[in-house]
């Protein structure tokens, strides 16, 4: 049979420092969370689309300061004095609980009680505070008050890096040069670099063959020549 099941493996990224790829569009908010400890008010916010390195950047964070990770969404039902007690906190996607009154409630009631304790909060989001749609008007005003760092779109030497980590989190080897051959006509997005990747492993278990430059051209819609 040439056509083979492909089974949806999980994959188990990579979120050490050494895997983090540094390039002009995530140095700055790289900078920015090595400096944690001059934080205004100790808080920070970092903004980027998805798939840009937030959840990377965070477990860095979280590995440099022995911080807890948690969802947003998994706020109002978490013990927030212990949470807090920890000192270092992240609250991932934190633009996603708009209008949930009760994750709005236990965000703001972290915040405060770190701010007592003199502990760090970060928080990722896909947008900057003032855009998220925040109903509690006291959560809203502190978290428009954060410093905020970006995470600006990939670059080339981004983008490289990315499919090269992202083959590599699925023990994939491909020839070099496919690399800059992608980059150059896919979309230039994160989220693109993580679909473009996942869709030629399931074409090359499925047919049973390696990835190749004309797999990749035929899931492109583009010639192999272009």
Known sequence: MKGQLAFDLAVRPAL??????????????LASLDGWRGWPRGKMV?????????????HVWAAQTGADLIP???????????L???????????????????????LFHLHNLLIE?????????ASPPRDWGLCLPDLKSRMQAAAVTRLDPPDDALLSAMLVKLFADRQIAVPPTLIPWL????????????????????????????????????????????
């Open 117 to 125: 304790l003199g502990g760090v909060l970060l928080i990722t989001a």
């Open 84 to 106: 807090a007690a920890n000192g270092a906190v992240a609250v991932e996607d934190a633009d996603t609980i708009a209008g949930d009154a009760a994750a709005e409630e236990a």
């Open 46 to 58: 970092l903004v980027g689309p998805s798939g840009s390195g937030k959840t990377h950047l965070a």
């Open 72 to 82: 947003a969404e998994a706020l109002a039902a978490t013990d927030l004095p212990r």
């Open 183 to 226: 980059v150059a006509r896919m979309d230039r997005s994160c989220d693109a670099a993580r679909a473009l990747v996942a869709a030629l492993d399931a074409r090359s278990l499925a047919e049973r063959r390696p990835i190749s430059r004309q797999m990749a051209a035929d899931l492109l819609g583009a010639s192999e020549s272009e």
């Open 16 to 29: 050490r420092r050494e895997d983090f790829f540094v390039s002009p569009a995530n140095a700055l908010a």
